[in-house]
Nanobody, 115 residues
Framework: QVQLVESGGGLVQPGGSLRLSCAASGSLFRLSVMGWYRQAPGKERELVAIITSGGNTNYADSLEGRFTISRDNAKNTVYLQMNSLKPEDTAVYYC?????????WGQGTQVTVSS
């Protein structure tokens, strides 16, 4: 069974930065596609970024290059560096591990961008 634990969320002012981390248990991490999703109040969950086992990345167009996803297979951890944060980035951010057709989710970490 895979367990994902996110950390690094919090309250930040507009223009600030945060780095989210997601630590995975088990042996599937290095072979899996990892992703970050977010869900704002009253909205559907949306893709933020994904990274393949080989390190290829893909981002939501709306991010305008402000976020960077990375992974450390030795630590079973995926990161999301978020810069130039905006109030509209406020959401619960979820880590996702995709193994074949299956998805495993973390519990989420709250990011609030406000002055």
């Amino acid at each position: 069974q895979v367990q994902l634990v996110e950390s690094g969320g919090g309250l930040v002012q507009p223009g600030g930065s945060l780095r989210l981390s997601c630590a995975a248990s088990g042996s599937l991490f290095r072979l899996s596609v990892m992703g970050w999703y977010r869900q704002a109040p009253g909205k559907e969950r949306e893709l933020v970024a994904i990274i393949t086992s080989g390190g290829n990345t893909n981002y939501a167009d709306s991010l305008e290059g402000r976020f960077t996803i990375s992974r450390d297979n030795a630590k079973n951890t995926v990161y999301l560096q978020m810069n130039s944060l905006k109030p509209e980035d406020t959401a619960v951010y979820y880590c996702d591990l995709k193994w074949g057709p299956r998805h495993f989710w973390g519990q989420g970490t709250q990011v609030t961008v406000s002055s």
